[in-house]
């Protein structure tokens, strides 16, 4: 291992940069694409919360009519 090809590339790879930290660009562009999903994700919920979200209950006359059907009239005018 002392000897080896690795260990004389990875010193040798090593850069020095003007960052704290080196990886604190990709951390910022991580964070950044991170931080638009959320936006993105919350603004699709929205819309599809909007579209299929219930209208509070329906009448009994209102949930036949959406499967096509239509409730019998009872005697005497009731219904």
Aim: hydrophobic fraction near 30%; proline fraction near 5%; charge should be positive.
């Amino acid at each position: 291992w002392r000897g080896g090809e690795v260990s004389r590339h990875v010193p040798s790879s090593w850069q020095v940069t003007s960052e704290k930290l080196c990886r604190a660009q990709q951390e910022l562009h991580f964070q950044a694409a991170t931080y638009l999903c959320l936006l993105r994700s919350v603004r699709e919920h929205a819309a599809l919360h909007q579209e299929y979200h219930g209208k509070g209950e329906r009448s009994p006359e209102e949930v036949a009519g959406l499967v096509g059907f239509r409730l019998p009239q009872q005697p005497g005018g009731k219904g």
